[in-house]
């Protein structure tokens, strides 16, 4: 069954092009600093928005009109399969995401949960094998179940974890069937709501222990992706262990665990952390953490995690200058984990979305490219932080300045001439590139 019908394959028309079901921006084709566009940025579908997300919202019931929504249980589950790859294919995307209960429905027992799973996986497998499309990366949903209402891995009651690390584990497996190129970890209800019940200490050990149970079989298995954690500040436990990026890398850190894992950076998620997305972007590459992005954006008027499309050109511009200064993606990508707005509820919507995340990326792509080919921003550094690169910068730099030697050069008082950061000509300039490509 074709389920977008009435929708035609998505090509590229270019900037001149008034046809909305088309790009303007993204070419897979053009090459970007020596790599295509579909190499840098490797876009994927984030299958719980995109086909289970319904719209609904605190005050209203969904209003998303989905033909697959007229099914129900493994039936429902089946075709969304067929939409996902029919989707894809239309909108060339080579790589789709999803937690284990988007694909398939929870049963009465892990058994037969397990068993829908090995349903569903096995039909994803055979789309793969006849598309050509790939898995990014897949994860093990532990936060909406009500068993989970003290978290998974942090939980306090034994038995729940008992239940995570089973979940996990059909998890890893699930991703070396299908040939994820990576595993994320998300904790969902991983941190607390007040210290007054909570043994801190207790909770972070045994998240620890988790990941190295997982780091172990997946070694067993021989389950070669890249592990991914992905932090957030909050929502839905007033406070989660992997609050920003910072935070999770001295985690990482401290249990032993930063060989084995980079980090899956969500746009949103910075915002919620009072960061930008560049910010993440810039502490996980300098730390050499850099993984995955979660592409989307959020409202800086509501205080939550609303997963807007990514339409704003300064924000995807100096995302993808700090992943091409820090070498690319890697085996990551650029997966859409945002949904349409309640009020778009048809099935074109969730094209036009898309379509305008990538050409939003693209555009940044370009920009970025012409931010680094002209030394832009490189040249503006340089200059500013010049002072370290002769006579007693250097020397700081070196290591070969001491307190005392410090202090002989400051008992000079040569007179301290500080130069202007130009940062509204700056941001001058980057308007100016950003609208020129």
């Known amino acids: 069954m074709a389920y977008f019908a009435n929708i035609p394959t998505i090509k590229f028309e270019g900037k001149g092009s008034d046809n909305p079901l088309a790009f303007k921006h993204y070419d897979p084709n053009q090459v970007v600093l020596g790599k295509t566009m579909e190499e840098h940025l490797r876009y994927a579908v984030a299958y719980w928005h995109t086909y289970t997300a319904d719209g609904t919202d605190p005050f209203g019931a969904g209003t998303a009109v989905r033909d ?31 937690h284990d209960r988007d694909i398939a429905p929870e049963g009465s027992t892990l058994q037969e949960t397990n068993k829908n799973l090995d349903v569903i996986v096995a039909m994803l497998k055979d789309n793969m094998k006849a598309s050509g499309k790939k898995l990014l990366w897949n994860t093990a949903n532990m936060f909406t179940n009500p068993r989970f209402v ?32 990576n595993y994320v970890f998300w904790g969902g209800r991983e941190g607390y709501e007040t210290l007054l019940n909570t043994d801190m200490k207790l909770e972070l050990d045994n998240l620890a222990r988790l990941y190295h149970m997982a780091i172990a079989y997946a070694k067993e298995i021989g389950f070669d992706a890249q592990f991914l954690i992905e932090p957030k500040p909050k929502e839905p436990t007033k406070h989660q262990y992997d609050f920003d990026a910072a935070t999770t ?19 949103n998620h910075a915002t919620l952390a009072g960061h930008t997305f560049e910010h993440e972007i810039r502490v996980a590459a300098i730390n050499g953490m850099l993984g995955s992005l979660d592409a989307n954006q959020g409202d800086l008027l509501l205080g939550w995690d609303t997963d807007e499309f990514p339409t704003d050109l300064y924000s995807t511009t100096l995302t993808m200058y700090e992943v091409l200064k820090a070498g690319g993606l890697g085996r990551g990508g650029v997966n859409f984990d945002a949904k349409v707005r309640r009020a778009s509820f048809e099935n074109e919507d969730l094209f036009l979305a898309h379509i305008a995340g990538m050409d939003s990326f693209a555009w940044g792509l370009k920009a970025a490219a012409k931010l680094i080919e002209n030394r832009v921003f490189d040249s503006v550094v340089e200059e500013r932080y010049s002072s370290f690169k002769s006579g007693i910068g ?33 941001k001058l300039l980057l308007s100016e590139v950003i609208f020129s490509v």
């Open 68 to 98: 697959w929504d007229k099914l129900s249980g493994l039936d429902k589950a089946k075709a969304r399969v067929e939409a996902n790859f029919e989707f894809m294919e239309k909108l060339n995307i080579p790589y789709y995401c999803f």
């Open 150 to 181: 003290h978290g998974a891995g942090t939980t306090s009651n034994a038995d729940v974890y008992a239940y995570a690390a089973a979940q996990l584990k059909k998890g890893l497996e699930t991703g070396k069937e299908l040939g994820a190129e």
């Open 249 to 267: 890398i001295s985690f990482l850190q401290s249990y032993g665990l930063k060989d084995h894992f980079k980090l899956n950076l969500e746009a």
């Open 394 to 426: 250097a020397d700081i730099v070196s290591g070969k300045a001491t307190l005392a030697s410090l202090e002989q050069y400051a008992l000079q008082n040569n007179p301290i001439v500080n130069k202007s950061g130009r940062q509204e000509r700056i």
